[in-house]
């Protein structure tokens, strides 16, 4: 009799062991290259917290800033894998899965965030978050960083001064053909690499918004930065179909909303920090800022703009048609 008490107890310990670990949180891994005093880094935070409040019983988000898991060249691949379930890539990495996102990239496009909100709010720019679905993707929602601005070891005030400069790009090859239109090199080079190559000075200089700039210290190895405002720096936070749709339909509502808030949390901040970082690069005095004259501005647009129907049957006409309408 006692033998078959202690087999029974064992039995209950173990069913009750096993109900314990079904019940563990799922981790969901939110994989990024930037630091976390960035927007992206605040929203992936907020995403973080907002979950563990609302449905931490069933899943714990773990965050991953500064490539510490995956760089940028990797992170899309990752996602797909099942290795990390949330990224947030920069718009001009979707460009092998999609070219219609290549509209982001075009330099000049767009005259303000403003403008930029106004498209991503509208009937094409909610389209484009649909782009890659048919490569497993699910785009849930765009979160800003800002307009770009070119750092350099040399003065840029006129395209003439980016000939023959080596700049580093992201993967994009509409962000190429920007810098070969003015007789640069562009260099696709990881995010994770550019401080290292801007220090060594294996490169001449960079493009990026004053968030990055700032947290990542570019300023410090960067002489000069050109407030060119010529293109904007977006991201598309991003999961894997398969992860997504095997969700129970109540919890993914749950984290759909929290990803939502986060969105516009982060891009509170980002509103927020352009004037902030930029004040705190100048009150560095590592950097000059160079603001351009209109007359040097518009030899950069005229310069640069030609890209556009370089790359228009990629992206499509009504597309960038679209994104010329938010600027009114």
């Given at each position: 009799?006692?033998?078959?008490?202690?087999?029974?107890?064992?039995?209950?310990?173990?069913?009750?062991?096993?109900?314990?670990?079904?019940?563990?949180?799922?981790?969901?891994?939110?994989?990024?290259?930037?630091?976390?005093?960035?927007?992206?880094?605040?929203?992936?935070?907020?995403?973080?917290?907002?979950v563990?409040?609302?449905?931490?019983?069933?899943?714990?988000?773990?965050?991953?800033?500064?490539?510490?898991?995956?760089?940028?060249?990797?992170?899309?691949?990752?996602?797909?894998?099942?290795?990390?379930?949330?990224?947030?890539?920069?718009?001009?990495?979707?460009?092998?899965?999609?070219k219609?996102?290549?509209?982001?990239?075009?330099?000049?496009?767009?005259?303000?965030?403003?403008?930029?909100?106004?498209?991503?709010?509208?009937?094409?720019?909610?389209?484009?978050?649909?782009?890659?679905?048919?490569?497993?993707?699910?785009?849930?929602?765009?979160?800003?960083?800002?307009?770009?601005?070119?750092?350099?070891?040399?003065?840029?005030?006129?395209?003439?001064?980016?000939?023959?400069?080596?700049?580093?790009?992201?993967?994009?090859?509409?962000?190429?053909?920007?810098?070969?239109?003015?007789?640069?090199?562009?260099?696709?080079?990881?995010?994770?690499?550019?401080?290292?190559?801007?220090?060594?000075?294996?490169?001449?200089?960079?493009?990026?918004?004053?968030?990055?700039?700032?947290s990542?210290?570019?300023f410090?190895?960067?002489?000069?930065?050109?407030?060119?405002?010529?293109?904007?720096?977006?991201?598309?936070?991003?999961?894997?179909?398969?992860?997504?749709?095997?969700?129970p339909?109540?919890?993914?509502?749950?984290?759909q909303?929290?990803?939502?808030?986060?969105?516009?949390?982060?891009?509170?901040?980002?509103?927020?920090?352009?004037?902030?970082?930029?004040?705190?690069?100048?009150?560095?005095?590592?950097?000059?800022?160079?603001?351009?004259?209109?007359?040097?501005?518009?030899?950069?647009?005229?310069?640069?703009?030609?890209?556009?129907?370089?790359?228009?049957?990629?992206?499509?006409?009504?597309?960038?048609?679209?994104?010329?309408?938010?600027?009114?």
């Amino acid at each position: 009799m006692n033998k078959l008490k202690t087999m029974l107890s064992a039995v209950a310990l173990c069913a009750g062991m096993t109900a314990f670990a079904h019940a563990a949180p799922e981790t969901i891994k939110f994989s990024h290259v930037v630091a976390e005093n960035t927007p992206k880094g605040q929203m992936a935070l907020k995403f973080r917290d907002l979950v563990a409040e609302r449905i931490g019983d069933k899943y714990v988000v773990e965050v991953y800033p500064n490539s510490q898991l995956f760089g940028d060249g990797k992170e899309m691949e990752a996602l797909l894998l099942g290795d990390i379930q949330f990224i947030a890539p920069s718009l001009s990495k979707f460009s092998k899965y999609t070219k219609k996102l290549q509209v982001y990239d075009l330099p000049f496009l767009f005259k303000d965030m403003e403008a930029v909100d106004r498209f991503q709010q509208s009937e094409a720019g909610q389209a484009l978050l649909e782009s890659v679905k048919s490569k497993g993707l699910v785009g849930l929602g765009y979160l800003h960083n800002g307009l770009k601005q070119l750092s350099a070891n040399d003065p840029l005030r006129v395209p003439s001064d980016a000939d023959g400069k080596k700049f580093r790009i992201m993967s994009s090859d509409v962000l190429a053909a920007q810098f070969e239109a003015v007789d640069a090199v562009p260099l696709k080079k990881p995010f994770s690499e550019v401080f290292t190559l801007l220090q060594t000075r294996a490169i001449d200089g960079q493009e990026n918004t004053w968030s990055n700039i700032y947290s990542k210290k570019f300023f410090e190895v960067q002489p000069y930065i050109t407030e060119s405002n010529h293109g904007v720096l977006d991201y598309m936070v991003t999961t894997s179909t398969e992860f997504w749709m095997t969700l129970p339909d109540a919890d993914r509502e749950v984290l759909q909303k929290a990803l939502a808030e986060s969105v516009a949390h982060g891009n509170a901040i980002a509103n927020d920090k352009v004037m902030k970082d930029r004040k705190s690069i100048m009150e560095s005095g590592r950097s000059e800022i160079i603001t351009l004259s209109d007359a040097e501005r518009q030899q950069w647009v005229e310069v640069m703009k030609p890209v556009w129907s370089q790359f228009q049957n990629e992206i499509g006409a009504e597309i960038i048609e679209a994104a010329v309408a938010s600027n009114q």
